[in-house]
């Protein structure tokens, strides 16, 4: 028993030694035979002939055995279909390779690995990519001696630069990482990738890594991925601090991805930009393509900003999209909800109805019509809520948009259009403009209260050149006929080199600088023929004077909300009066009832009735601005009777004046003043602007009594 299997183990022995020896063999006859500048002509015929790609090889190919069979190529370079520039490149690839057909001297490939790959992906005018031809290769298109079906691609450090059309800078991946299995009997496979993102364009720096189950059918013409799960962290587009996380069911496609599904697909985007924090989420349960249209439904898209004080929502469904756009498709029943909170007293809600047109061609989306209410409620406003209708039209194109829309209010209107290369912050050009809009319909703030506290309407980070055109325009009372001009906004702060209003029968012109930070302004310019007392009773202004004004100004103060803005005032105002009067006070009968105390030199004072007047005829001054109150160094009228010089001031909180006049009476004043004539008499005005007293206060004796 012992003897037989000792002679079994001998014999098993020498059956294994023998195919040890067979083995042995067989590979030093591959390893001898092995022609390497066959394989590499075989491999750039094919590359030239089938693709006019030039395929660049260093060295020979090598041929290894160990651990397993496999062709080894080092610093390869691939090049573009038709140009002299390279596609790809890598240090180090490795094909490997099935051990029996080799007997035969042919390639039956494996798997590939690659270390120290570039590849440059580029998207072409056509909108096709620069590696479409690579992609669509048949088995039957592979080079002349090699076949197999691949089971595993590795893929070590590579780098990938992406040029999409429309896209300012190029896509980095650097450190890509990625494992594709393929097993041969059909069955799911698995992908796993990670990578550095780089975008400079969009101030991109984020960390990606991903996986999902695969299968591949007709090598990349068709196929199936399953599970997905993709993550990104880092910057992205403005948003520090970016977690992206997306998760897909099922991603397939067929002939070559001109046809597909897309089904369970979940993204959720969180981050803060700036004092934001941003929170956005999207759900498309079914999506499909076929060529360049798109069709689905149920997709949902929410977009949620917080910071310490206020709260935004959007929210957008599409309850089906239809494929009936040539280069995308068409949804006539989309909906988007805006919702902004403020505090307790300030929100706004916005509801819209629109039917947008997706073109995959162009990257655009058009809105076509957009129609909605848009509803406000804050303090300064009349009615709680306001109720504003908006309509008009939208297109969104890789980033830029374009608007046309009109927002009314009862029976006015306001039209805003834009054109903008940066949809957030805004960057572009747009013009404002309206035929009649009543704003004190809207909004409850007169000229001399406190400003409502108001949100600034110029984004942080914004670069916009627009121009006004307004006409029928009320604000605070003041009747606008016209304002135009260029305006410009640049990271919030609003200007214009020169803004021409015209009010009743007068004009006016003056550049204008706002600050957002501060919000302070800065106003220098001039004016001609300007209806005084007109624009001070349609804005409720204590002004005592009345003509035709002209002059120049140059003057600066703050919009801050809850404080008035006249108290802030600083600067000077140069003014010249034609057909003047002065409101408030009759000076002719002033005089005449402080004739008797202006005779005896003794002190007296006489309150003004109901709407008395004095005629001056012309008059000129200077105020300055500062403190709270505007001084005239310098106050000069002519009239027919009397001629007023002096100086004094007002109080532009409380409204009150304090001014001290000298009254040279003239050759022909009304004949109860002739005791007057020829001289000059001192007279104190105090008290509220348009009803002040008029009081004769006596120089000290030989000091020029009259």
């Known amino acids: 028993m012992k003897i037989r299997l000792a002679n079994a183990v001998r014999s098993l022995g020498f059956l294994l030694g023998g195919l040890m020896a067979i083995v042995a063999a067989a590979a030093l006859f591959v390893w001898v035979s092995f022609d390497a500048e066959a394989a590499a002509d075989a491999l750039s015929t094919h590359f030239r002939d089938q693709y006019e790609r030039t395929l660049m090889l260093t060295e020979k190919p090598r041929l290894s055995l160990w651990p397993r069979p496999a062709l080894s190529l080092h610093k390869v370079s691939l090049g573009e279909s038709g140009l002299n520039r390279n596609f790809a490149t890598a240090t180090d690839l490795r094909i490997e390779l099935a051990i029996m057909p080799l007997l035969h001297h042919e390639f039956e490939l494996r798997g590939v690995s690659a270390s120290g790959v570039t590849l440059h992906l580029r998207q072409l005018p056509t909108g096709e ?37 429309g896209h300012k800078t190029p896509i980095e991946l650097d450190e890509l990482n990625a494992t594709l299995t393929l097993p041969p009997d059909g069955q799911p496979g698995s992908l796993k990738w990670q990578a550095s993102l780089h975008d400079a364009g969009n101030e991109s720096e984020l960390g990606i890594k991903g996986q999902a189950s695969v299968v591949l059918e007709h090598a990349l013409r068709a196929g199936r991925l ?49 004092a934001n924090a941003v929170d956005f989420s999207t759900q498309w349960p079914a999506l499909a393509w076929q060529g360049r249209a798109i069709r689905g439904k149920d997709l949902v898209a929410r977009l949620d900003t917080r910071t310490v004080s206020s709260h935004d929502e959007i929210r957008l469904g599409i309850p089906s999209l239809l494929a009936d756009a040539p280069n995308g498709g068409r949804s006539p029943d989309a909906s988007l909800d805006w919702q ?45 809520p306001a109720r504003l209708g908006l309509d008009g039209k939208l297109r969104w194109q890789t980033g830029s948009l374009e608007f046309d829309t009109t927002l009314a209010h009862g029976e006015d209107r306001l039209g805003l259009k834009a054109s903008l290369h940066d949809s957030w912050p805004p960057g572009g050009r747009f013009t404002l403009g309206t035929e009649g809009f009543d704003l004190d319909r809207l909004l409850t703030s007169a000229a001399g209260q406190p400003l409502p506290a108001l949100p600034w309407l110029a984004p942080a980070g914004s670069s916009l050149d627009g121009q006004l055109s307004l006409a029928g325009l009320r604000f605070a009372g003041l009747q606008i006929a016209s304002l135009q001009g260029p305006v410009t906004i640049r990271d919030g702060n609003i200007g214009s080199e020169r803004l021409n209003a015209r009010l009743h029968d007068g004009q006016l012109s003056t550049s204008l600088q706002a600050e957002a930070a501060s919000r302070r302004f800065t106003l220098q310019g001039d004016f001609s023929a300007l209806t005084v007392e007109r624009i001070a009773d349609e804005m409720r202004l204590p002004v005592p004077l009345s003509g035709k004004a002209s002059g120049s100004f140059r003057l600066a103060g703050l919009l801050k909300p809850g404080q008035p803005v ?18 408030g006070l009759d000076l002719a009968e002033g005089l005449r009832e402080l004739l008797p105390a202006i005779s005896a030199a003794r002190m007296s004072a006489r309150s003004p009735g109901q709407d008395e007047r004095t005629e001056l ?35 532009l909180a409380s409204g009150g004046v304090d001014f001290r006049l000298q009254a040279a009476v003239q050759a022909a004043p009304p004949k109860e003043l002739l005791a007057l004539r020829g001289k000059t008499v001192p007279l104190h005005v105090k008290g509220p602007a348009l009803q002040p007293d008029l009081r004769y206060e006596p120089p000290p004796a030989g000091k020029g009594r009259p």
């Open 129 to 165: 990519w620069n590696a479409a031809d690579l992609l669509a290769a048949d088995a039957d298109e592979a080079p002349q001696g090699w076949s197999g079906r691949l089971q595993k691609l590795v893929l070590k450090d590579a780098q990938v630069s992406i040029e999409a059309l």
């Open 226 to 274: 399953t599970g997905i799960g993709l993550e990104l962290d880092g910057d992205s587009h403005g948003l520090r601090g970016a977690t992206v996380r997306m998760s897909v069911d099922t991603l397939s496609w067929h002939k070559l991805g001109s046809t597909g599904e897309l089904a369970g697909l979940k993204l959720r985007i969180r981050g803060a930009q700036g």
């Open 340 to 384: 902004h909170e403020a505090g307790k007293d300030s929100t706004a809600s916005l509801k819209l109805a629109l039917e947008a047109r997706v073109d995959l061609l162009a990257r655009a989306i058009d809105a076509t019509r957009l129609k909605g209410e848009l509803q406000l409620r804050h303090p300064a406003l009349r009615e709680a």
């Open 566 to 583: 006249a108290p802030t005032l600083e600067g000077a105002l140069r003014w010249n009066l034609e057909q003047a009067g002065l409101r």
């Open 617 to 651: 005829g012309t008059a000129a001054s200077r105020f300055v601005f500062a403190n709270g109150q505007a001084s005239a160094e310098q106050i000069e009228s002519k009239g027919s009777w009397v001629r007023l010089n002096g100086s004094g001031l007002a109080d």
